[in-house]
């Protein structure tokens, strides 16, 4: 088990290492001088060198990266460029939007998605099942942007229940802030729920068909108990495995519906920053990201050692 | 006590239903064992299954399967489940699939007698090292909290047994108990049923393919063909005398210790008819190579040859006298 | 003295299992250990043992599946495991393998035609297109099929109609060697008994030499005149299938003589019962591997690796102690006749 | 095969999918032709114009007749899905087959690359590519196709190992054939139903996210019409004319659902062993 914890967290850090090492070579070597981008053709030459020498492009390749990754590690993230500000600060403002916008989408889709999911698989093949495959099919479908649009239109246009965009802050208060989250949450959410209602329902009908069901219902167990007490742990496993990589796509689904909702988050300043053409953010907020989701994976990879005891005494 | 008439067994297909089962019968005292030996398609885990009310999805047993007085055919659901696992208990072919992966092997030994018993965990805990000692797990109290994977298939077939034996059950249907070990794991297996069935006075179905594992260890046969049962017998009689040709030439095709080398196996010619498909013929006539012109104008009736002992063959008798 | 077909010299085939952990040296599993065989030209060998004794990985080894990991291999006269890949696919047409199951041996995507031909790769594509079917359609008539089946599909057949397309696939380059891995198991009994019919038939009318390898004793007793007994990657006993199931001198090959159910042997009680078996052997261990489960283990076999020895022409045993087991043996047996 | 005809028609959703997908094409395939109004003609003065018989489906902010920018725009989602799935077929399944021919080392390195990229999710792609070229169509394709490699690579692997341990291939391997060949003349074959399944639903999964890429900027630029960027434009005025935001919606909807249908379709239908679970 520690051996498998240990190797585990060996190739999340590998994995950090090279996507930081692609990341840096893409921003840094690939399109030139880095500065003369940021600042445009007809820069003024004192201000190009400036920021020349305050980005280190004079230093060698190796030495620069190296300090990038050692500023990542004791948290400096250099300074941007157009906000004027600790890039760490700027993150970490915005991420505070972000964070909880994403973590209540997730709350609402699997409230949904793993129930729906179930309820179709325990009614295997009748009306109730084809509903929600129906609603499986439209919610992969259908564009979360769009959805977005749609509720928009009806909740806030027609219907004025919530603002149509922006984010108070949460200053303003816990409940207007929520309430700013609550439409850009469910466009995310339905969705991604929709996706779960899919996966849930086919793990339930794949464990259904294993042959300790079988011994279950001879034991005397009904149907539901069955369910509950021999089928849900074993298809818990392929349902965290997609919640894990749903969650990592609905941290990057929060890019696309802040856009719709105005709302001041990470995904905004990727944009902001790249019209900005500030490298600086544009690089640090991508690593941030990937570790997140790299993150996300580790802890799928962990919660199912807890969950399958047969990788516990497999040491791999 | 356990008493099958007529048992049929059908799928709801698109245009008709197609008869996987034909009009199985026989009865079972406490303490006997039957076997039921077929090859495959020949519908007889589709029997087990239905002693079990356990058949899949659009598939639906009719007639009647009387256990102790009990008519399980016509039992709810509910009432069914009260029978499965209590009165009835069942092991499968495949003990490494057969548990649970994700729960120690106490907890699902114990979960019948927490369900049917209505016993305290601390009470079913007490049984559950008493059932594992007894089938032959060694070091039971400290097995309680292991996993399956952690087990051979030899000792999960154990716990698959013990399992099934935690609620002195009337019948124990054992569906190919050991075809999925090896044969020395097997006869340990074997010797733990047959044991079992002395001590208990429970009464043993089993299933198998195997002459041999039915040869030694039943009372009473059935040998299915093809959905239907075509001979039926106290086991010693069937083999030394079988009235069906498909019955004898069967044991004829088995390779023997000590065979000359000049001796060629016997072989049937062709290969079971398919499933549903309907017969006006007797169903083995294709293969047969005693077919007369009546075997190809109706199914044949049971005839009875001994004691006890029918085939569904109009020339049983003839049969009988060709078997050395 | 004929050139043997296949002669095996002290192989050995270890596998490295994955670390368990980071901290504890990878340990090593034996899959074979030290064997040392010789098949006869004409005379089919069987190889019998449980799941997991290494008989597939043998089979394997002898056709240049795998290699292993100390050894040699010889196929009539030739080391396959020295000679260059070239040497070795020219050498391929002379010997052919049948598998286990009928379903998954055959490309469900190539008609029967293309499945029956392909070995002719080996030999060389020098064969024009209608010879070639000329000889898939003798082959199949060979093995009880009709040349038009060679447009047929494999799901258009039963199993043993699907075993026999593959038979026809190992005949067709007229090889003196066929390795068959389990090539009834997985078929009824009364398909079983025309494929192994099909098989001695083959054996008389083209001379060919089968390694048969069971995990049923009776199948091999049939099908073989020799056999060779593994346990755990070692064979333990070796000689006539006629001599090695009527008197049985290794405890395991008695154990499992006895273990076979027979028809009207019933409620008799075996006075040895093997205990539950060891899966596998890791590290190269001291004493007999059977000792764990032997009966008759004295503090000799547990220190002392018994080497395979001569007890009568061609049967030979793994055993310090045979000469007592057999003794028991016969004076159980009488005492039964007696009773 | 014709029972694989059969099946396939008798299958409900691999029929509904089949029109649709259909649909999609035939629409593409007509305005390379024809359009009701040429889709980038502007025309101020009828600006934001709810659907009528002269503009069957409205117009936009700049007057553009609706209907003729989403003939025109299925162009964009089919090329960019064509040419990103193309780029991950070739590619990963040329990986995931190398793997699997190979084993040992070989395989330990294409799959740790796929792990490492399942880190770098399309938008985020998208993100570094356009900061390095400019936003474009490319960089859609680029950015999709990148993501379909591990998929498919990973995909083809599983299969193909799974088809390695058949005994078909070991009888090929008796016949001294070597890895590749026997790759190329039994896996490959015995798994394209697989790698047909997953094409098909990446194909749609392109769609939706070249629309992302369009909605956010980063994918086809103005003038070329692409339904992500009318969706953009739609927002703006959403109050004013909504039926701007409801038709390229459903035109990405039905077209992406008529793909995932055929791939639930074609999955039944090819791997009778899935379709037994439905």
């Keep these: 088990m520690i051996a498998f914890l240990l190797r585990r967290i060996a190739t999340f850090l590998a994995t950090l290492a090279i996507a930081s090492a692609v990341i840096f070579a893409a921003l840094e070597l690939l399109p030139g001088d880095p500065a003369q981008i940021m600042l445009g053709i007809d820069a003024p030459p004192d201000a190009l060198e400036a920021l020349q020498k305050k980005l280190g492009v004079d230093r060698p390749v190796v030495e620069r990266y190296f300090t990038w990754i050692g500023g990542l590690v004791v948290g400096d993230m250099g300074e941007s460029f157009t906000y004027v500000m600790p890039v760490s600060d700027l993150i970490m403002t915005r991420l505070g939007v972000t964070l909880p916008l994403a973590l209540l989408a997730a709350l609402i889709s699997v409230l949904i998605g793993v129930p729906v999911g179930l309820y179709a698989a325990a009614n295997h093949k009748t009306p109730r099942d084809y509903g929600v495959m129906i609603f499986g099919q439209l919610g992969i479908a259908i564009p979360n942007f769009w959805f977005a649009i749609l509720l928009v239109l009806v909740f806030s246009i027609y219907l004025g229940w919530f603002p149509a965009g922006g984010f108070p802050g949460w200053d303003a208060g816990f409940w207007p802030a929520i309430k700013a989250l609550i439409l850009p949450a469910f466009s995310l959410a339905i969705v991604e729920a929709a996706i779960f209602a899919r996966i849930s329902r086919s793990a339930v009908l794949d464990v259904l068909r294993e042959d300790f069901v079988r011994t279950a219902r001879a034991k005397g167990l009904s149907r539901k108990s069955t369910l509950v007490k021999h089928v849900l742990r074993n298809a818990m496993i392929p349902i965290i495995t997609i919640c894990g990589l749903e969650l990592s796509s609905l941290l990057v689904g929060t890019i696309v519906i802040e856009q719709v909702f105005n709302i001041p988050g990470l995904g905004r300043l990727v944009f902001q920053s790249l019209t900005q053409l500030d490298l600086m953010v544009v690089k640090n907020l991508i690593m941030l990201l990937v570790a997140l989701v790299v993150f996300i994976n580790l802890v799928v990879d962990l919660l199912y050692a807890v969950i399958d005891p047969r990788l516990k005494h497999q040491g791999h | ?324 | 003295m004929t050139q043997p077909i296949i002669e095996i010299r002290n192989l050995e085939r270890r596998f490295q299992l994955p670390r368990e952990s980071l901290f504890r040296p990878a340990s090593t599993v034996y899959a074979l250990n030290g064997i040392n065989l010789t098949v006869e030209p004409q005379r089919s060998f069987g190889i019998v043992g449980e799941s997991g004794c290494g008989k597939s990985t043998l089979a394997r080894i002898i056709m240049g599946l795998d290699k292993p990991s100390a050894g040699s291999v010889k196929v009539k006269g030739k080391d396959i495991i020295a000679i260059s890949p070239a040497e070795l696919r020219e050498m391929r047409s002379d010997f052919q393998m049948v598998f286990q199951d009928p379903f998954g041996s055959l490309n469900p995507r190539h008609h029967v035609e293309r499945i029956v031909a392909e070995p002719l790769f080996a030999v060389g594509s020098s064969a024009s297109k209608q010879e070639r079917k000329e000889k898939v359609a003798e082959t199949l008539t060979s093995v009880g099929l009709r040349p038009a089946d060679m447009e047929k599909y494999p799901h258009e057949f039963s199993g043993g109609q699907r075993q026999r397309v593959a038979i026809a696939r190992a005949l067709i380059t007229r090889p003196s060697l066929i390795v068959a891995d389990e090539p009834v198991s997985a078929l009824d009994v009364s398909v079983q008994a025309q494929v192994l019919n099909l098989l001695r038939d083959l054996e008389d009318q083209f001379g060919i030499t089968f390694v048969f390898i069971s995990h049923n004793l009776a199948v091999v007793d049939y099908a073989c005149q020799d056999a060779a007994v593994i346990y755990l990657g070692r064979i333990v006993e070796q000689g006539p299938t006629s001599q090695l199931f009527s008197d049985p001198l290794h405890p395991y090959t008695q154990s499992l003589v006895d273990a076979v159910p027979h028809v009207g042997v019933k409620n008799r009680h075996i006075a040895r019962q093997a205990p539950t078996a060891l899966k596998t052997q890791t590290a190269a261990q001291t004493g007999c591997t059977f000792a764990g489960r032997c009966g008759f283990a004295k503090e000799r076999c547990r220190v002392e690796q018994p080497s395979l020895r001569v007890v009568e022409s061609g049967h030979s045993v793994a055993c310090h102690f045979f000469e007592e087991t057999r003794s028991d043996r016969q004076a159980a047996a009488k005492t039964a006749i007696a009773v | ?278």
Aim: with cysteine.
């Design chain 4, 1 to 278: 095969m014709s029972t694989f005809l059969k099946n396939a028609s008798m299958h409900r959703s691999l029929m509904i999918g089949g029109v649709l997908t259909l649909l999609l094409l035939s629409v593409a395939v007509l305005s390379l032709f024809w359009t009701p109004w040429s889709p980038t003609a502007i025309d101020i003065a009828n600006k934001l114009k709810g659907p009528s018989a002269k503009h069957w489906l409205g117009t936009d902010h700049l007057g553009r007749d609706v209907l003729s920018m989403l003939m025109s725009g299925s162009q964009i989602s089919i090329i960019v899905g064509f040419l990103a799935v193309s780029v991950g077929l070739l590619v990963g399944v040329a990986l995931g087959a190398l793997a699997s021919t190979y084993r040992g080392w070989v395989e330990e390195l294409i799959m740790r690359m796929s792990d490492f990229s399942i880190a770098f999710p399309i938008i985020i792609t998208a993100v570094l590519l356009t900061a390095i070229l400019g936003p474009g169509t490319v960089n859609s394709i680029l950015a999709i196709g990148l993501f379909n490699i591990p998929i498919f690579a990973r995909i083809t692997r599983g299969a193909a190992n799974a088809a390695w341990a058949r005994e078909y291939v070991m009888a090929a391997q008796t016949c001294g054939k070597g890895r590749l060949r026997i790759t190329i003349e039994h896996v490959l074959p015995n798994i394209s139903g697989a790698l047909i399944v997953q094409a098909t639903i990446l194909f749609a999964v392109a769609i939706l996210a070249e629309a992302a890429l369009s909605f956010l900027g980063l994918g086809t630029q103005p003038p070329e019409p692409s339904w992500g960027k009318m969706l953009n434009n739609a927002q703006t005025f959403v109050g004013l004319a909504p039926h701007l935001a409801i038709f390229p919606g459903l035109a990405i909807a039905l077209s992406v659902m008529g793909l995932n249908l055929i791939g639930d379709g074609l999955r039944d239908v090819l791997d009778p062993k899935l379709a037994r679970a439905r």
């Design chain 2, 1 to 324: 006590m356990l008493q099958v008439k007529n048992l049929n067994i059908t799928i709801a297909g698109a245009t008709r239903d197609i008869s996987i089962v034909k009009d199985v019968s026989f009865e079972l005292d406490a303490g006997r064992s039957l076997g039921v030996v077929g090859e495959s398609g020949s519908g007889k885990s589709m029997t087990a299954l239905a002693l079990m009310g356990l058949l899949p999805g659009a598939i639906r047993a009719s007639g009647s399967i009387n256990l102790a007085g009990q008519e399980l055919l016509a039992l709810s659901e509910q009432e069914m489940c009260s029978v499965r696992g209590n009165k009835v208990a069942m092991i499968f072919q495949e003990p490494m699939t057969s548990l649970n992966p994700v729960q120690t092997i106490g907890r699902q030994v114990a979960e019948p007698l927490v369900l049917h018993k209505a016993m305290t965990r601390t009470a079913a805990r007490e049984e559950t090292i008493r059932l594992l000692d007894r089938v032959g797990i060694p070091d039971a109290a400290r097995r309680l909290d292991v996993y399956p994977h952690q087990l051979s298939g030899g000792q999960r077939q154990r716990v698959m047994i013990a399992i099934a034996l935690s609620c002195s059950p009337n019948v124990l249907v054992a569906d190919e108990p050991t075809t999925a070990l090896d044969v020395t794991v097997q006869r340990q297996i074997l010797d733990l049923l047959r044991e079992l069935v002395s001590e208990t006075r429970m009464a043993l179905i089993i299933i198998s393919h195997d002459l041999g594992v039915i040869g030694e260890m039943v009372d009473e046969m059935l040998v299915m063909y093809g959905g239907s049962v075509v001979e039926r017998g106290h086991a010693d009689q069937v083999f030394a005398k079988p009235a069906h040709p498909y019955t004898s030439r069967l044991i004829e095709a088995i390779p023997r210790f000590g065979m000359p080398r000049s001796e060629r196996l016997k072989t049937i010619p062709g290969t079971m008819p398919e499933m549903g498909s309907e017969m006006k013929a007797c169903i083995f006539a294709g293969r047969c190579d005693l077919v007369y012109a009546d075997c190809l104008e109706a199914p044949p009736p049971f005839v009875s040859v001994d004691d006890a002992h029918v085939a569904a063959c109009i020339r049983a008798g003839r049969v009988m006298e060709t078997t050395q």
